[in-house]
């Protein structure tokens, strides 16, 4: 890096120097900006999925959406933060890959299949790398990986992670988590804005299981807003897995019909691995339709529209 920035032709608003830390010991990004003065970002791993505990859905599926939670308000990333701002050089954080990792054989693989390749990933994978944008202002983040079938974690048991494509050539259907990533991808833009949200949120209340290490109290409805010139989007996800929420949206000033994306699986067990099961669907509604509108149970809904000048 030193090299990289004693050459005649960098420029470092055109090449942002990242190292690599160490997510599950906060210390060494501490160690790390420390040492290093050529860095301006520091990228960690906060991979995710953990189903030692899987006697239902809710022990499956609630500690994997709390904890990105946990991480950003007591525990990994906010340590890491923490790490960062003693040196006081205003280094930021990044993610250099993120997924499911849940590769240590406590389950049975059948049911670890179905976990990592199941619609829940549509969910999870998204609302890790928002909460984490959002909160500690992570902005360069990437997933892993566009490619892989499967993983060996030994005595003749593969995993079906990380690639986020089933195949290429044979059927070329997406993963749930390649679906979640495309819809938010399609409709963030610009810069995230903050979200006002009026009314009480129920939440659910999760125990220190699958990776969550303290109990914390986690809503089930989230919105992630963004703006670009004239054009506006709202991401929301309502992460209840029983029930749908009726949420009111106010835009303000819309010019022109709103178009909606969501991605709302009949089962988060749902997936594309020999069927395509898990779609984005997408349609044009009115602004005023928006005074009402339904989350239907764990799903990722998006919408966009303009606003006037």
């Not at 594309?272 to 764990?298: F, K, R």
């Amino acid at each position: 890096f030193a090299m990289l920035r004693e050459n005649q032709y960098f420029n470092q608003d055109k090449i942002n120097l990242i190292i690599g830390g160490q997510f599950y010991y906060p210390g060494r990004q501490g160690e790390i900006d420390a040492t290093g003065n050529n860095h301006r970002e520091i990228a960690l791993a906060p991979y995710f999925g953990d189903d030692k505990n899987h006697a239902n859905d809710e022990e499956l599926f609630y500690p994997m959406f709390a904890r990105p939670f946990e991480d950003v308000a007591t525990d990994r990333m906010k340590l890491s933060q923490e790490e960062l701002d003693k040196s006081g050089k205003k280094t930021g954080l990044a993610i250099y890959e993120i997924n499911f990792h849940t590769t240590g054989g406590e389950a049975p693989i059948e049911l670890t299949n179905d976990f990592v390749t199941g619609a829940g990933g549509a969910l999870a994978l998204p609302l890790y790398m928002l909460v984490y944008q959002r909160d500690m202002g992570a902005k360069n983040q990437c997933a892993f990986t566009a490619l892989q079938f499967s993983f060996g974690i030994g005595d003749n048991r593969y995993v079906r992670v990380w690639g986020m494509l089933r195949d290429i050539a044979a059927t070329a259907r997406k993963r749930p988590t390649w679906l979640g990533l495309e819809l938010v991808n399609r409709v963030m833009q610009g810069d995230m804005v903050a979200v006002d949200i009026e009314g009480e949120r129920t939440s659910w209340t999760q125990k220190p299981i699958n990776s969550v290490e303290e109990e914390i109290s986690v809503p089930y409805l989230h919105a992630f807003a963004y703006k670009s010139g004239n054009t506006r989007s709202l991401i929301l996800f309502n992460l209840n897995l029983a029930a749908p929420q009726s949420v009111n949206i106010d835009l303000g000033n819309v010019t022109g019909p709103v178009m909606r994306h969501q991605i709302a699986p009949k089962s988060l067990h749902d997936d594309n691995e020999d069927a395509e099961n898990v779609t984005i669907t997408s349609d044009t509604i009115q602004p005023e339709d928006l005074a009402s509108i339904e989350l239907p149970v764990h799903s990722l809904v998006a919408v966009e529209w303009n606003a006037k000048a």
